[in-house]
């Protein structure tokens, strides 16, 4: 079956550690994100990649940092320097958009992170 | 920059009740529109979408209308099931130079009881 898998569901961290979250897709999508959703905010964009070896921050990358060397990969690191990290974290991924058409993100189950 | 509105929650209705969630929006040029459905400790599924002005989009019963006039997209379903419990995102979508982005409502949770 495609889709997208995010490890671990429940993540506890102590205060201070970094943390890395798994994002994976066998969909061939070109296109990853990241999201952070909080109660009553709604999601809002953390980073998104286009394509391998490229990323971009999103609107609130403060804290955050990812990498993309390969396709179907997307892992976020959540740092000691982000000050209220404990959050739901989605993954979602799209083919590449263009200015024509949209194309449809798909979203990962999402990982529960608390910091303890 | 983009930015959308949808009425707060909970919202609770009786199995078999008209359901309305009313989102609206702020947007420059031709944004495309969506909803999303998040079931209890889950990620998010597309549930429907509109790419252009009067454009309907349907799925499960749920409806939802493009009106650039009133710059809104409001959930319907003519009768709600209790399966149908979960939060909906209202959201659109606008393609820049960084490529197509989505911009979420803060979500309205629906509880549907016998």
């Known amino acids: 079956d495609g889709g997208i898998t995010q490890s671990p569901k429940y993540l506890f961290r102590k205060e201070g550690q970094n943390v890395t979250l798994s994002c994976e897709q066998n969909?061939?999508?070109?296109?990853m994100y990241w999201y952070r959703q909080d109660p009553g905010q709604g999601l809002r964009l953390i980073y998104y990649?286009?394509?391998?070896?490229?990323?971009q921050k999103g609107d609130i990358a403060e804290g955050y940092s990812v990498s993309r060397e390969k396709k179907e990969s997307f892992p976020l690191t959540v740092t000691s320097a982000q000050k209220n990290p404990t959050a739901f974290y989605l993954c979602a991924s799209s083919i590449q958009g263009n200015f024509i058409s949209y194309n449809e993100q798909f979203f990962g189950p999402g990982t529960r992170l608390t910091v303890l | 920059g983009n930015s959308v509105t949808q009425m707060e929650g909970p919202v609770t209705l009786s199995e078999e009740a008209f359901l309305t969630i009313n989102c609206t929006y702020t947007a420059t040029g031709y944004p495309s529109l969506f909803w999303y459905v998040q079931y209890p400790g889950e990620g998010l599924q597309l549930l429907l979408k509109a790419t252009k002005a009067d454009d309907k989009g349907s799925n499960k019963g749920f409806e939802a209308t493009y009106r650039k006039e009133t710059t809104s997209f409001h959930l319907e379903k003519g009768s709600v099931q209790v399966s149908d419990s979960a939060v909906y995102f209202c959201?659109?979508?606008?393609?820049?130079?960084?490529?197509?982005?989505?911009?979420f409502g803060t979500g309205t949770q629906l509880k549907v009881e016998l």
């Open positions: 959201a659109l979508s606008q393609f820049t130079g960084g490529g197509n982005k989505l911009t």
């Open positions: 990649s286009q394509i391998v070896n490229d990323f």
């Open positions: 969909l061939n999508h070109d296109a």
